[in-house]
Structures are given as C-alpha cells and as structure tokens.
C-alpha cells in the first residue's frame, strides 16, 4: 500500500497437503524452487513508532486519479506468543481479554506451540519442547483469533508429523494458518484473508533456530526460514504476497530472548521486506517487548513479546497487543498495554501502563510515547 500498485483482487493458493507418510530427514527431497518473480525495488530508509490508547500515523502518498470506489477502514489486531500448555487451557486462557481480540475486524497471534493429542509425532531432542490439545483452535477462534503464524522455533517440536497434525486441526477449525507447511512451497505462501473492502496477504518467516539449516538448507524444508541462505526466498515471498493483495503483512520470529533490543540484522532484514512490498513487519520470540520503528512509511514492530503463556513472569509478563488501523493514506497503530498472569494476559493497570509506555519509547527508534500521544524525539534510541 505505501506505494502505487494495481488493487488486485486476487488470492495465493496456500497449498498444505496434510497426509503422507513419515519420512526421515535424509529421504526428503529439496524444497521446490518458487517461480520467479518481478524484479523488486531497491528503496529503503527508515524512521519510527507507535501508541497507547494514543495513535501514531503514516504520512499519507500523493493522490492519485482514480475511478475505483474508496476503501473503508479495516483494523487488524495483534499479539505475541501464545501457548496453552502446562494445563493453561483449563483456565480460560483468553477470557480476560476476549473483547480486546474481538475488537478489531481481523486479529493474528504467534501460535508458539504444536497442536495435537499425546503420541502426535516425535519430539525433537531439545530443552523447550511444547504442545498444547485439540481444543486450542476452539479457544482461538472462540476468543476473536482469526488467524496464527507457524514460523518459529517450536512449529517443528514433533517433527514433521507433529505440524501436520497442527495444520489438520487448524484447517479443521477454520483458522487461518502461514508460515510453515507440508514443504516449502505451502510455508512460504502466504495467507490470504478478505477483511472488509481490503484483501490482506499475511507472511511468516523465522530466523530463530538457523543451526538446524545451517550445513543443509534442505533440511527442514516445512518451516519459512528467514535465515542466511534463505533471504532471497522471503523477499520473493513478500513480493508475490504484494501482488496478490491489497495489503501484506509480515510475521517474522527473530531477535534474542529477553532482549529488549532489535540485532542489526532485524533492520536490514525490514528494509529488505519494505522494499518488496511489506506494508507491516510483527515480530515475535524475545518473550519481551521491543521497540517500534519506521522504514519508508512502513511501521515495524520488532517484538510484541508474550501474550497467553504459562511460564511469562517478570518483565515476559508485561506486554501489550498491538491494533494497525488500515485505510487508503496511512497506517495507525494503537498499543494497548497488557499484564500476564499465571499464563492468562489482561488489562495493565493505568499506572503500571504509562510506565510501560516510556520504556517502550526508549526501546523505540524516533519517537516518544506518553499519555498525550507520540511525538519527535530527537537523538539515539537506548537501543543504539
């Protein structure tokens, strides 16, 4: 959207076959080669950042002539990592916050976990490994999630098996899924979901894990990755998500863990998708919040830290969910401050948010944020 193109009403097919047989890592074959896409434009800058309750907005394009009816509004919610395990699924992980999820036309959540019953899978030698049950997807859907991203570090905790039986029920449950898949075709494509008048394309990578692709980038072809060797792939994916929609949206899982700064590579990487067409990046995995920033007329969201997950505490506990207001000039943000209790997010207190609202501007690039809205701010981020 932040520059012209045609309005395309056109969808992505997200292909995500489910059956098969089991297969070992040696027997899979490398993942398909994506068609190739139009060249892809070499502009970027950047600059910063968003709101609580207060809004922040894109300066507008140029108008430009055109017979099509206008485009009314659409909001798009969203949130960090969400994972029902450890018996979180009893306590009615979302009821505190339902209305917030329901409040925008269309909200998208970092699911940070496989789905399935016991035995779905084999799971992986590693510290972390989760899986939440069955009726994840029905505490989703019923809460106001329309959709979640699979491109992180535990999409593939039990192995192949263990995300296609993920996707079943999530395709089961009407949830839209993107960012992993059954090969690498499907975990690139993206998910394309009419919200009002605005078709709006969603992508998800992960650069989380690289040590698992590192000497065979064939390995694990079921996951996006964004991770050196792979770049070239997501831009592809960007760019084709930009053709096929009215709006596209980036999920990407990066960063360092409790880490309330954004590595350099979180930038380059930004740069490169705004200039293939990205209209938001969201990203995910420190567990923490980490600041905004603004390249072009593009807001990123470095990390919207956690949401409904059993082990936040401390500073993971605090959080926030994250509203992008869509129309034809600009885009708005409003950040809504959150605590995690026992696993469960809800309304921060007033006090406890304002405070949350000036860390947030140190951590963000360009801007500060305060209960009168977000202004200039002059000078280096503490981010650097």
């Known amino acids: 959207m932040h520059r012209p193109r045609p309005w395309i009403a056109a ?15 040696s027997d899979r074959a490398a993942p398909p080669v994506l068609a190739a896409l139009p060249a892809v434009s070499d502009d970027t800058a950047a600059e910063t950042s968003a709101t609580s309750a207060r809004r922040a907005t894109t300066a507008a394009p140029s108008p430009t002539t055109t017979t099509r009816p206008p485009k009314n ?4 919610g969203f949130a960090g990592d969400t994972s029902f395990t450890h018996g979180l699924d009893q306590r009615d992980p979302l009821g505190d916050v339902a209305d917030l999820l329901t409040n925008p036309d269309f909200t998208a959540v970092n699911l940070e976990t496989t789905i399935g019953e016991p035995g779905a899978g084999n799971p992986l030698d590693k510290t972390y490994i989760f899986r939440s049950p069955p009726q994840t997807v029905d505490l989703l859907t019923a809460a106001g999630v329309d959709a979640v991203s699979l491109a992180n570090n535990h999409t593939l905790d039990f192995r192949r098996d263990g995300l296609l039986r993920t996707i079943d ?16 075709g499907a975990a690139y494509a993206a998910h394309v979901a009419q919200v009002g008048d605005w078709s709006i394309a969603f992508a998800g990578f992960t650069h989380i894990e690289c040590g698992w692709v ?8 079921e996951s996006a990755w964004a991770c050196p060797g792979f770049e070239d792939r997501t831009v592809e994916a960007v760019s084709a998500a930009e053709q096929a929609a009215d709006y596209t949206v980036v999920m990407v899982h990066w960063g360092i863990e409790k880490d309330h700064c954004p590595q350099p590579y979180q930038h380059e990487l930004a740069a490169r998708w705004v200039a293939a067409g990205a209209d938001l990046i969201v990203g995910s995995h420190p ?20 949401f409904a997950f059993p082990s936040a505490r401390g500073v993971s506990a605090r959080s926030a969910f994250f509203t992008a207001t869509i129309d034809e000039q600009s885009t708005t943000l409003d950040v809504t401050p959150v605590q995690i209790v026992d696993g469960r997010p809800r309304a921060m207190g007033s006090d ?7 860390d947030l501007s140190s951590w963000s690039f360009g801007w500060r944020i305060d209960e009168a809205g ?11």
């Open 287 to 306: 567990h923490v919040l980490q600041g905004l920033e603004q390249i072009e007329d593009v807001w990123i969201i470095h990390s919207t830290g956690n």
């Open 169 to 184: 029920l999530l395709a089961r449950g009407d949830l839209g899924f993107f960012g992993a898949g059954s090969d690498a």
């Open 214 to 221: 590192a000497e065979d980038l064939t390995r694990w072809p």
């Open 11 to 25: 969808f992505l097919v997200l292909a995500a076959a489910c059956g098969g047989s089991a297969e070992t890592d």
């Open 374 to 384: 977000v202004h200039p701010q002059p000078g280096r981020s503490a981010c650097g």
């Open 73 to 76: 509004p659409i909001t798009i």
């Open 352 to 358: 406890a948010a304002a405070e949350l609202l000036v």
